[in-house]
């Protein structure tokens, strides 16, 4: 298999289909940048161009724009609050504090420095799992799904703050967002006014996009200033990677986590930035800060949300299941080149496997190093005065808003989202919980049905299922009992800008 | 508008949307009504409570924080978005894009007239150089000239 | 100031307006003459481009297959259209179909590409369905077909000893009303006892849960089943029992050409009663299968079109599948042979049109055995 891995080098590197690969990471960073616009739209972008390429260099074109999507979202995530892409919604809640701050630099350097190494680790897990990959994606039954499900809505418990009522409360709104729509199992429609739009359910970005850049929009104009608030930029990146490296086993733990969460099938890996999030700010000690501009709060979740890639790309692959919407047109992209997705991938075309992470460790370092020094001019955003930064903000996000579906009902949605959000905020309710609770709704309701209608009660001893619930009740508790155990209280509300 | 008092009206408002989509989920199949019921529910009674608290707050304590200091601009702010959209829909997203930009600029950046110019004809540009490079749709509008 | 600034403001929008009012005219007007120009015995499509609507998002089977042959389209039909493939996703493929019935034009410069979700909700007479299609004319069509596998943990060895299973049969799917309907059908025309489990996400979680022990019988269509359920089969873990087969002109049904050595539902029901089906499930099933799985994925466009346009589309399609190369490449995507011209023609409206009472048998069925209501 190694000696593979280093043949499978030589093909990566052919100047054609390095050529092709930076064609994929500069339009991956550019999708990134650009609020709203999703890895879905970069793939549908590039698949009538993958038809009639081998392979290799079709690969290598496609998962180039995948790998470095969530290195370039993170720019609008910490320079105006707005989530650039659905994988760095986390990365807000102490990025854009710092940035605040005027400490952009530093948040940006951190983040793209552990996007590097996360991705790089997100390729190595891949390479790791090859031999089990089998074993390790069928340990995950159905009742086994809902618990993880389960697990990542207890992430609402950590991230609801000093009011946990509030927070849960946010939390079951989202779930209720997430099942508007057809239900799984039956032809029922629920909640959709019989309006075709919302048959398929709210489409995520929606949410993000209106939860978070709305208010952005709205109270930047009516605080009419800068971003930066009048502070100078200081520091450099340097300082945000000798932060990473200080930090170095919270980047290590937070890609592995990355990878991992995201091969599990069924669950995708939406909200594995909010799991990083939660689960860094659990274990950290002195958390206090967490939601105030800790660079540990920007660390943890980008270190994720590049692995993740890797570990996402197991099931599409190897099982022909894809996880999200990005995938599930890679899958596409692969049947235009004459291949199919499936258990061959890593017997017989093994190579074509080696090439893809390849592929992805070296669009993670070039992406990183083109973020890096793309800091500098794009910083400067965070100093300009909002009325003459919003208005081109609000043409992008409804340009945004309107790729999710090529509808207007997006647009509409957006607009009321906004507003609910808009008003949350000035409420101080936290709204990650909303996020977490849409994304896993229909997962939980699906996955719940099928183990009791399968198992009975029987799933509830199934070793899986009590190991997880194990994991939920100790992050839950210890939760409860360091918010107890302080005299203030931590905060982890969605700092925004304050009007 | 006090704060607490619009924490409150929001709560209750909140807990009529759970209350309308637990009756809701009762008129659907069985399958898919456990879900949305059993969280509707869960959702209205913690409403209750986070109701009942605020009000306890509220009794005690004298806030004397305003909902927004400024709610006539934010409305002025939502105003523009709203128009803006309503624009698109009706001359089409460029056309609508470019006023709304160029009147902003000018009213409430206050630039000159010159670099609202030179400002919206490079984001005309771009956003039809976009559009053309990575296959953008564009929302359709009453009357599309371009 | 401000009363400058506003009147500078009026004036730059009087003169966009103008400026795009102007180009638009332009635009008008040479199509005036592209029209005219079309009198002559120029091809229909000279000039024209060909929307193909798709309505699922992109990269799915169906997708990939309405951007495959969009080139081959562009260079077969005469006048050389643009070909311009448009997803128009959302409520299971409903939103799409709907859109191309009501809101484009029946110029014959759009055409439509359905699928199985189309023609099931169809069928199912599903409430939020608002095209006919009566009112459109078929000129392509794609079967396709799938396979019905069974653990080898249940000691079935053999489609003939199936009722012999030394476990409850378990199976899981999407929705009774979706993909897996016209598989519950074929239980129904075995008399099996099968408990089926619907919700998961879709046939690829369904295979997985197959493979994880958690289901035991399972259905996959033919690429699907080519490329993820034959290792199993080579390696002893699953079985194939039958292949979903196909409808031929006489009604009868008959093997999947792509699995020939597998039995069809009949004959495995011969096989272990010793006698022919018979019955409201058998004629069900066999309609079902024609009209889902005979013809699947078609391309439509409006029955009113202009003749030539549709003239155009069947002699360009038809020499777009007699090309080797399509043929050739083809076989990877779409795995059977097309159907065109006015064999299609007469095939879809003998297929969609279900025996009398088959529709009132299925809904009252699924109620019945599912509990779901339409």
Redesign the interface.
């Given at each position: 298999m190694i000696e593979t891995l280093f043949q499978t080098l030589e093909i990566v590197l052919d100047p054609s289909r390095i050529g092709f690969m930076f064609l994929g990471i500069m339009l991956g960073l550019t999708i990134g940048l650009l609020p709203g616009l999703s890895g879905?739209?970069g793939?549908?972008?590039l698949?009538?161009f993958v038809?009639g390429m081998d392979p290799f260099t079709g690969m290598a074109l496609l998962i180039g724009m995948i790998a470095v999507v969530h290195t370039g979202d993170t720019f609008p995530s910490v320079l105006l609050g707005i989530p650039g892409s659905s994988g760095s919604q986390a990365t807000i809640m102490d990025g854009f504090p710092l940035a605040q701050k005027g400490e952009a630099s530093r948040a940006l350097g951190a983040a793209f420095f552990c996007s590097m190494i996360g991705g790089i680790i997100g390729g190595v897990v891949l390479f790791l799992v090859i031999p089990f990959v089998r074993p390790l994606?069928?340990a995950f039954?159905?009742p086994e799904l809902f618990m993880l499900a389960l697990l990542g809505l207890s992430m609402v418990g950590i991230l609801s703050g000093k009011r946990p009522?509030?927070g849960?409360?946010a939390g079951?709104?989202g779930?209720?967002l997430g099942?508007i729509g057809?239900?799984?199992?039956?032809?029922?429609?629920?909640?959709t006014f019989?309006w075709?739009?919302l048959?398929?359910g709210i489409p995520l970005p929606l949410i993000a996009l209106g939860l978070f850049a709305f208010p952005v929009?709205?109270d930047l104009?009516?605080s009419n200033q800068s971003i930066s608030k009048g502070a100078k930029l200081s520091g450099s990146w340097l300082t945000g990677v000798k932060d990473s490296l200080s930090h170095k086993w919270l980047v290590f733990r937070s890609s592995a986590l990355g990878a991992v969460t995201g091969f599990v099938?069924?669950l995708g890996g939406s909200v594995v930035d909010w799991l990083s999030y939660g689960i860094a700010k659990q274990t950290s000690k002195k958390n206090e800060s967490f939601g105030k501009g800790d660079i540990r709060g920007v660390i943890a979740p980008e270190s994720a949300n590049n692995a993740k890639e890797g570990g996402a790309l197991i099931p599409t692959l190897m099982?022909?299941?894809?996880g999200s919407?990005t995938t599930?047109?890679?899958?596409?992209?692969l049947?235009?080149m004459?291949m199919?997705?499936?258990?061959?991938l890593v017997t017989t075309q093994l190579p074509l496997t080696m090439s893809i992470i390849w592929t992805l460790i070296i669009a993670n370092i070039f992406g990183a190093i083109a973020c890096l020094l793309l800091i500098k001019p794009i910083a400067k955003f965070s100093t300009v005065?909002p009325?003459?930064l919003v208005?081109?903000l609000?043409?992008l996000l409804?340009?945004g808003a309107?790729?999710t579906?090529?509808?207007?009902g997006d647009?509409i949605l957006f607009?009321v989202i906004g507003?609910v959000g808009?008003?949350?905020k000035?409420?101080d309710w936290p709204r990650a919980p909303i996020l977490i609770g849409f994304v896993l709704?229909l997962s939980?309701?699906?996955y719940?049905?099928?183990s009791f209608?399968?198992f009975g009660l029987e799933w509830l001893t199934r070793p899986g299922v009590i190991i997880i619930a194990v994991l939920i009740v100790a992050i839950l508790a210890s939760s409860f009992f360091l918010n107890r155990g302080k005299k203030i209280k931590t905060i982890a509300e969605d700092k925004g800008v304050k009007? | 508008m006090k704060k607490s008092h619009a924490s409150l009206l929001f709560l209750v408002l909140v807990f009529c949307l759970f209350f309308w989509m637990m009756i809701q989920a009762q008129s659907f199949q069985e399958t898919a009504s456990y879900f949305p019921f059993y969280i509707a529910l869960l959702a209205g009674i913690l409403t209750v409570v986070a109701t009942i608290k605020q009000i306890v707050t509220l009794k005690k304590t004298k806030d004397e924080e305003l909902f927004h200091e400024n709610f006539m601009n934010v409305l002025k702010y939502v105003g523009w978005i709203v128009g803006y959209i309503v624009l698109i829909y009706v001359v089409g997203f460029v056309l609508a894009s470019m006023i709304y930009l160029f009147v902003f600029l000018l009213f409430e950046a206050r630039m000159s007239i010159l670099k609202c110019l030179v400002s919206t004809g490079a984001t005309a540009v771009l956003l039809i150089a976009m559009s053309q490079f990575m296959d953008l749709k564009w929302p359709s509008s009453l009357i599309t000239f371009f | 100031m401000l009363v400058k600034k506003s009147l500078l403001a009026f004036f730059f929008i009087v003169a966009l307006l103008t400026i795009v009012a102007c180009s638009s005219n332009d635009g008008a007007s040479t199509n005036v003459n592209e029209s005219a120009n079309n009198n002559g015995d120029t091809a229909f499509y000279d000039g024209k481009s060909l929307e193909i609507l798709i309505p699922t998002s992109p990269g799915g089977g169906s997708d990939i297959m309405g951007r495959f042959m969009a080139p081959y389209l562009h260079e077969h039909l005469e006048g050389n259209p643009t070909v311009q493939p448009v997803n128009v996703p959302g409520g299971g493929t409903i939103t799409g179909s709907n859109e191309f019935a009501l809101m484009r034009e029946a110029n014959g410069e759009h055409t439509f590409w359905a699928s199985i979700s189309t023609t099931t909700a169809y069928l199912l007479n599903n409430p939020a369905v608002k095209f006919d299609y009566k009112e459109m004319t078929p000129v392509l069509g794609y079967p396709d077909g799938g396979v019905v596998y069974i653990s080898s943990d249940t000691g079935v060895t053999d489609p003939s000893n199936l009722l012999e299973a030394n476990q409850q049969l378990v199976y899981g799917g999407t929705s009774a009303t979706g993909l897996p309907l016209t598989t519950i059908l074929s239980f129904e025309v075995l008399g099996l006892d099968v408990d089926a489990i619907f919700g998961y996400e879709s046939s690829g979680p369904a295979r997985i849960a197959f493979e994880q022990g958690e289901t035991n019988i399972d259905f996959q269509t033919t690429s699907s089943y080519l490329s993820n359920v034959l290792p199993l089969v080579d390696s002893g873990q699953a079985v194939p029992l039958y292949s979903i087969g196909q409808i031929n002109s006489d009604g009868e049904l008959i093997r999947d050409p792509q699995f020939p050595d597998l039995p069809t539902v009949k004959e495995v029901y011969e096989a272990i009663y010793g006698e022919e089906p018979t019955g409201q499930e058998w004629e069900a099933y066999k309609a079902f299968v024609g009209a889902l799985y005979t013809v699947q994925k078609v391309l439509w466009v409006h029955a009113d079109a202009p003749e030539e346009a549709v003239k155009a589309l069947v002699v360009g399609i038809e020499n777009m599948v007699e090309d080797e190369e399509f043929a050739v490449e083809g076989q990877q995507v779409f795995g059977y042979d097309p159907f065109v011209g006015e064999e299609l023609q007469s095939l879809m409206n003998q297929l969609l049109d279900l025996p009398d009472g088959v529709q009132d048998w299925v809904v009252e069925y699924l109620l019945r055995e599912h509990g779901v209501e339409l």
């Open positions: 879905t739209v793939m549908s972008i698949l009538p038809y994606v069928l039954g159905s009522v509030i849960i409360i079951l709104f779930m209720m099942t057809s239900a799984p199992a039956v032809p029922e429609y629920r909640y019989d075709l739009y048959f398929n929009l709205i104009l009516v099938p069924g099982f022909g299941i894809p919407g599930a047109i890679l899958l596409g992209g049947l235009l004459g199919e997705a499936g258990p061959q005065h009325s003459k208005p081109f609000a043409i409804i340009l309107y790729q579906s090529n509808h207007w647009i607009l507003i808009w008003i949350m000035q409420l709704a939980a309701e699906r719940l049905w099928i209608s399968r009007s | - | -």
